[in-house]
RNA sequence: GAGGAUGUAGCUCAGCUGGUUAGAGCGUCUGAUUGUGGUUCAGAAGGUCGUGGGUUCGAGCCCCAUCUUCCUCCCCA
């Protein structure tokens, strides 16, 4: 058999993981800075738990869990019926009663669910897990990806809004990533809806507004008419989403048009204060208005957030948003919600593709001891107290010739290598050489930790 | 889920209308060089041509299936 790994999931050598890790302590710390506080969920859920929760195409995209025990004898009749409901496209639990999670809101919403009594409000937490999702794999899309969740639960304060945009800034430019956060307002789009023919239609619009980027103006209104909308509607949708210009401008455009509706006048005012945070913060940011940004999953409800690479194709690398009532879907009502999230592979992606990563974060092994075929206690010891004092150091596994010691160095990028041979060991000295400049010096064994602590 | 491209040595890729024993560069290993690497030189190892069928006297090349990776649609991080 030859081995393999399934399609669209990857593993992560040393040399990565290190990029990634840099990105993920990034995130953490951020995360921390402002109060979050981490939580993990299984990699399973009930399969109930997810199914109806991400649009019509979302179930789809669940990896489902076979049943065990379904070859039981006792359990064949059922199982063949169960699986009949399968053949027709339905899901049934007699087959699979379980699935992989496929994004880290939906299970932060059950556990607000199953936990609201004990919490505290607002519950602030943060989550860094894997997803799965039975997508085609494709350029910056897996079917195994992480997403760094950081999500307010219990409040409605704009106040969240303002800090969650000032997360983003604050990660993107610690990444030296350079984004637009795209912004915009569920509220507004409901206000749209209104004006078109009911908020029935809401998921109509906001599905195919959503596509204005990607497919251009026409093909929404070929889309927004073939999802049953009329053509006053549409050209209402089109002086919509065709409005252009800087933000302020594009918030005196939205003002007029709905001037008189309550709801989009509300959304509006959000947008306003959130801008305005950004712009006196001191953390620098570019936070754009973008009326088409719709987002597909329909649980949101108020402010939404999508984050774009600039100079880079690449799809969004972060999104999120306010839910009015997530747990509602789990039976608890009242508890508000929002959240962004970061899409760490794609931020791998970009930031690979921009050659943006800190050089020292390849740090491994600082010093390699020759093997010069001296007492291994000798080096042994010396190592063991380096590495009291946190540096990192090997010692070569046997006592070959200096060109493979080397050579070793140089692949595993050591910077120092120390040489103890039989004449050291008597006059109590170490001979250490940088590699990158060539340059060897003879110190006492005492100094030898000094030559590794600048 | 629909459509399209791709796969040859560890890596990057050649390989003619189907024709003897499948090549190069880089890397690896050995030696020049048994305590001083990166350069140079000499030599060697390394391939069920993604996998499984088929057509043919003969297949890396043609046909079918399947898997991988990539692209478009859909959707998203």
Redesign the pocket.
Known sequence: M?P?I???TRDFSAAVLKKRNFIFNTIRRVFELYGFEQLETPAMENIETLLGKY?E?GDK?IFKILNNGLNLPEKHDTARKDFEAVLSGKTSKGISERALRY?LTIPFARYIAMNHGQLTFPFKRFQMQPVW?A????????RE?Y?CDADIAGSNSILHEIELTSIYATVFHQLRVPVEIHINNRKILQALAQQCGGESNMINIT?AI??LD??GLDKVKLELKERGLTIEQVEIIEKYISIKGDNQSIIGTLKKLFANNEIGMEGINEMVEILEHSKSSKIPSTVVVNPSLA???NYYTGTIFEVKATGVEM?????GGRYDDLTGLFGVKGIAGVGI?F?V??IYDVMEELAVFPENIQAGTVALFFN?GIEKTHLVDLATSLREDGIACEIFHEAV???KQ??YA?KKSIPFIV?I????LKNGTA?I?E??T?V?KTVTIQELKKAFTP
């Open positions: 030859k393999s399934p399609q669209g649009g195409e995209l994004d999702r997508d085609r794999p494709q350029r910056g899309r897996y990806f997403q599905i959503d596509k990607k497919i987002r597909g999953l799809g969004s690398i972060g999104g999230s899409g592979d794609r010069t010739k200096f060109d080397f050579k140089e040489i041979g039989e004449e050291e001979n050489k590699l990158s060539g060897q």
